[in-house]
């Protein structure tokens, strides 16, 4: 186990996150740490019953992207079951509800989407940056932190998408692309960049999707994910840090 590659995802136990937890925990010689908010949780303790590959395990932990304190104490768990390095952190969870117009986001929603969307993902970094570093100097591949993002977050193209009232979920995103972007820039040792898994099929995918009159979103969850999996498998120092990368492989401006 401790040669193990180390992969924490949060929001493990649904779309995404669980898309992305079920293909890397098959994969032989992993150790996947599924972070969720309520362990208890049907949801959360059914991903024990997940194939795993040979010599590979589940750590279920809880972090509430709400949370000050939570990823540092499943930092503190994980450690406490063997772990010592993290190859692959990536920040999924998030929320997208709440749908209006510049002139109407009300503060107090706004402030929401940051902590979960933005903030969370800056607490979970420095938790886990002993370990992300610690994979560094054992000489492995590049440790990779990786922000899960949205196209409503690029700037350079936010007439596209003026239509969909979620620029408070988009703002949060572009910041959160910000931090992601600032913390490779400032650590040559780290490979971090964002990735869009596309409108994807999740439930939040599809109550998005439904509130603009379709049907369902756009992207399954396996095309999604399989596709999140390669970028990430493929993405070298060179080719996709500090970048905005698409679960296509293809590339975005921020």
């Known amino acids: 186990m401790a040669d193990n590659v180390t992969v924490l995802i949060t929001g493990a136990n649904r779309g995404i996150g669980l898309g992305l937890t079920e293909l890397y ?14 362990p208890s949780s049907p949801s959360s303790l059914s991903l024990d019953s997940l194939p795993a590959g040979k010599n590979s395990n589940l750590i279920l932990v809880k972090i509430d992207s709400t949370s000050e304190t939570d990823p540092a104490n499943a930092i503190k768990t994980i450690q406490a079951e063997g772990v010592n390095h993290l190859d692959i952190v990536i920040a999924n969870a998030g929320i997208s509800e709440g749908y209006a117009r510049i002139e109407a986001i009300k503060t107090n929603e706004l402030r929401q989407f940051f902590e979960v969307n933005t903030i969370g993902p800056l607490i979970l970094f420095g938790a886990a ?37 979620l620029g408070a979920y988009g703002v949060s995103k572009t910041a959160l692309n910000f931090l ?6 400032e650590n040559d040792w780290l490979n971090a960049f964002v990735i869009d898994p596309g409108f994807a099929q999740t439930d939040m995918g599809n109550s998005g999707a439904r509130h603009f009159g379709m049907e369902q979103a756009f992207v399954s969850v396996k095309d999604s994910t399989e596709g999140m999996v390669k970028v990430i498998d493929n993405g070298t120092k060179e080719s ?7 679960y296509d492989g293809s590339e975005r401006p921020f």
């Open 180 to 185: 992601v972007k600032r913390a490779n820039a």
């Open 129 to 165: 940056y002993p370990l992300l570093k610690a994979a560094a100097d054992k000489k492995r591949a590049a440790p990779k932190f990786i922000g899960v993002t949205s196209a409503l977050s690029i700037i350079s193209d936010v007439e596209s998408s003026a239509a969909w009232d």
């Open 25 to 38: 925990l098959a994969r032989p010689n992993h150790t996947v740490i599924a972070a969720v908010r309520d």
């Open 240 to 246: 996709v840090s500090g970048k905005y990368m698409v």
